[in-house]
């Protein structure tokens, strides 16, 4: 069991000391320890994704070229090892050291939560009841108190796998059969025509090495998040099936908008697109167990003004791509980033509106026509049809098909 962190180391250190209490206390359960040999060596650009402070031992950090001693409960230890940005510094230990590593993703969300958290509440059009609920939920999101969905287990072993430089096809294989469901599907992924599936495939290792370790741990994330679009209370089990009939449809969509674009990765659009409203996982759970009483209408407000909040929260706890996180949170914006080169959020935007303009979904709410954003002229694609329709995805049909069954959706 990882060692607990005590929240008061964070008091002291610079920047996070800014944060309250509470969002500290949310820091420090996600913080573990980082021990170092004298003569072993850390490397900035290895390391971006964390905050790491010095808490015992020395260290010396080489910074442009000077070398510069860092001795821990000096005020130089208040500070992150190493500056924001600054790639080609690294450190090595003195002495036996013990670092604290903080995850830097989720402090940058907390602290924009906690600038923003007044603006957010004020700003949410909902009645005085409805507001103070808002307000009660949003406090159990910042404080850490809303249970988060975690990522299945062998999409975490795979995430963990991928950074070991020496990894191989045999060990991947063997992290993917803990898991039947995924064994399957990306057998059957493998075998598809849109991988090139001509020759045979005999085993999992024969398909890693045909769809390559980036695909293949896409892929296995993207499978095995059915698990987490689960619910033990019988009220919103048909809610949470909506919720990712609709996500499977958009990240289909997604992949064949990639596949269109320049520049895009179709496996990464697709798991974007699953992922665009995961916040509303832990808050329908939430929301069922303490409020079973509340009107859906009530109950679909609060979803679609929190879910980015939570969905933020879920990426950066299982530390998938910050992209990801700007689509869950600039998704519903409609009229974003004009004058921007595409993105991601891009394509699961034109890829929302396009599934809502042709899924029959009354409860759509005011939206645009997905061919009047930004989004769909920056993507450069042609006019839709008098139905509506675009080509690209008529002549994909048997593509969408094949990922909505992949990931086990309706393909009705």
């Excluded at 909040?309 to 689509?327: F, K």
Aim: charged share 25%.
């Amino acid at each position: 069991m990882a060692e607990r962190i005590d929240p008061a180391i964070l008091d002291r250190l610079t920047p996070v000391a800014e944060l309250d209490p509470a969002a500290r206390e949310h820091l420090a359960r996600k913080a573990v320890y980082l021990e170092l040999a004298p003569g072993e060596k850390l490397q900035a650009a290895d390391t971006t994704r964390w905050m790491l402070y010095l808490l015992e031992g020395k260290v010396s950090l080489f910074s442009e070229g000077r070398p510069l001693i860092i001795e821990a409960h000096g005020p130089r230890a208040q500070q992150p090892v190493f500056g924001s940005g600054r790639l080609r510094e690294y450190a090595t230990a003195l002495t036996e050291s013990r670092l604290l590593r903080l995850d830097r993703n989720l402090y940058e969300t907390l602290i924009r939560q906690q600038t923003e958290s007044g603006y957010e509440i004020r700003e949410t059009p909902l009645s005085e009841m409805e507001s103070g609920l808002f307000g009660a939920i949003y406090q159990r999101i910042i404080t850490g108190q809303l249970v988060l969905p975690a990522l299945p287990e062998v999409a975490m072993r795979m995430q963990a796998a991928m950074n070991d430089p020496e990894i191989d096809a045999a060990r991947l294989a063997r992290i993917v059969q803990t898991d039947m469901a995924v064994t399957g599907g990306l057998l059957k992924a493998a075998k598809s025509a849109r991988y090139g599936g001509s020759s045979p495939i005999h085993n999992v290792r024969d398909a890693i090495v045909r769809l390559g370790f980036d695909t293949t741990r896409q892929l296995v994330t993207a499978i095995a998040l059915k698990q987490v679009f689960r619910t033990q209370i019988p009220a919103i089990r048909q809610r949470m099936h909506a919720l990712w009939e609709r996500s499977v449809h958009v990240s289909a969509l997604s992949h064949i908008l990639a596949r269109h674009g320049q520049g895009f990765d179709a496996e990464h659009a697709m798991l974007a697109g699953l992922l665009h409203q995961v916040g509303m996982v832990p808050l329908l759970d939430d929301l069922a167990r303490l409020h079973p009483d509340l009107p859906e209408e009530e109950r679909e407000q609060i979803l679609q003004h929190l879910h980015p909040v939570v969905g933020e929260l879920v990426i950066n706890d299982w530390g998938l791509d910050a992209d990801i996180v700007q689509v869950i949170c600039e998704g519903g914006r409609w009229d974003r980033n004009g004058t921007r080169p595409p993105d991601y959020c891009d394509v699961v935007l034109v890829a929302q509106l396009y599934y809502l303009a042709h899924s029959g979904d009354a409860a759509r709410g005011e939206i645009p026509r997905y061919d009047q954003v930004p989004a769909y002229t920056k993507l450069g694609l042609p006019e839709p049809d008098r139905e509506l329709k675009l080509d690209l995805f008529e002549e994909a049909r048997e593509e969408i098909r094949e990922v909505l069954d992949l990931l086990g959706a309706s393909t009705a």
